[in-house]
């Protein structure tokens, strides 16, 4: 049944076959010149050119973009928005203990000017302040839950009937349920908004122009190029036009399912009244969430990484995953079983060895960069332009004077060591979720040293 439900599922990305998707932008022709320079269409980049322009309206803006705005990780994400800053609350207080109520702040404020911009330029993504469950699927979950809930003062534990009453499935042995910090939202749609939003405010935006050489304060594409007074480098996973800094993050594969819509019958036997998107506590873990039109979208457990940090489009279909994660999936809900898929597909984001984003520039201050959100980035990355500009402006902000902001990671080392790590990583991850959350002697050296891999 299990390989059945997967039959007729398509190797597309749902998000970005919404009937709503805008016809794509010209490529760039010949030179021009800006004011500031964006490279990359995802929503780094975007809100990088928005935020430019409502912070200082007279700036001429141009955005670059290799394909099509929004068609990388941040229109194939699951579309969840979290407010932290830092990949979760407990990496936060690990690596800024000194800080980290100010990050929580920025964090919060962050997540609701996110919101209000979609409110303001009537993005419809459907942005739902939903919360979100952290499962215990483990007996150790439970403890672990129990003592992230003593610092967030928002949450609540459930017991097992609690969580089951939230979400009916004979796995959860109890819940974290955090009801502020969370928004759902379609990741195709928001991109698609903000770009609109840039267009509305001036930007000029070119798809299918992908940047070859960034040279000082030009850029260059196979038929165009810019010179700008300064430069914004978004480039998410892919490698940075900036050399020294593609030893910083690794790209991961991450695997996703969507099922066709529940029925009436089928959503019932669920639950899910609060509609909140739902993670498990475990170090290899799943997310879900349900669409606006009762699909449920089924993706994580196993990072990807490829020997020389490959890119490539031909590794976004794992059969062997995409089994495995179906499996899963009705382990979950075995009430659904009979429901089918219909999409399956992959996505590549970029990991730090801090799991969050970090910050520099180059070329005397005429460039920025922010790289390394780890899987989180749906509302940081707005966080993260506003960094960049605050950089290349020379603005004394709040965020710049974050030593968050300041530090750098430190680097993933030369292959293959780097394969073989992340490999020992991931093994030890797993064996640490099959004996209670017992971290071996290569994950506590990796916590002592401050490094790690994760999505």
Known sequence: MKLAALAGAEPRVFWLED?????????????????????????????????AKERYPSLDVVLLEGDVCGSAASGRNGGFCDASLTHGYANGVARWPSEIEELERLGLENHRALGE????????????????????????????????????????????DAARAEIHSPTYLGALFDPSRTSLVEPARLAWGLRQACLDHGVRIHEHSAVTRLHSR?????????????IALATNAFPSLLRRLRLYTVPVYDLVLVTEPLS???????????????????????????????????????????????????????????TMLARHFFQTFPQLEGLHFTHRWGGVI???????????????????????????????????????????YGESTDRTHLQMV?????????????????????????????????????????DAMGLGFDF
């Open 19 to 51: 009937k709503s998707a805008p016809e794509p932008l010209p490529a760039l022709l010949g030179p021009t010149t800006a004011d500031l320079a964006v490279v990359g269409g995802g929503y780094t980049g975007l809100w990088t050119a928005l935020r």
């Open 117 to 160: 911009t979609i409110r303001r330029y009537r993005i419809d993504c459907d942005w739902q302040l939903t919360g979100e469950l952290t499962v215990a699927t483990e007996p150790h979950h439970l403890e672990e839950l129990a003592a992230e809930a003593a610092d967030r003062p928002d949450a609540r534990l459930l017991d097992q």
């Open 218 to 230: 030009s850029l260059h594409t196979a038929t165009g190029s810019v010179r700008a007074d300064r």
């Open 264 to 322: 009436h019958a089928q959503l019932a036997s669920v639950g899910w009244r609060g509609r909140q998107g739902v993670g498990d506590a475990s170090n290899l873990f799943h997310y879900y969430r349900l669409t606006r039109d009762n699909r449920i979208l089924w993706g994580g457990y196993l990072p990807l990484y490829y020997f020389g940090s490959r890119i490539d489009p031909g590794l976004e279909q794992r059969n062997s995953i995409h």
């Open 350 to 392: 970029d990991t730090s060895t801090r799991f969050c984003a970090f910050y520099g520039t180059a070329h005397a201050g005429h460039t920025a960069y922010a790289l390394g959100y780890t899987g989180l980035g749906v509302a940081a990355t707005r966080f993260g332009a506003d960094v960049i500009l605050d950089l290349l």
């Open 406 to 446: 300041r530090d750098r990671p430190l680097p993933f080392p030369p292959e293959p060591l780097r394969t073989a790590g992340i490999r020992l990583t991931r093994w030890s991850m797993h064996q640490a979720d099959k004996h209670a959350g017992h971290r071996n002697l290569w994950l506590r050296t990796l």
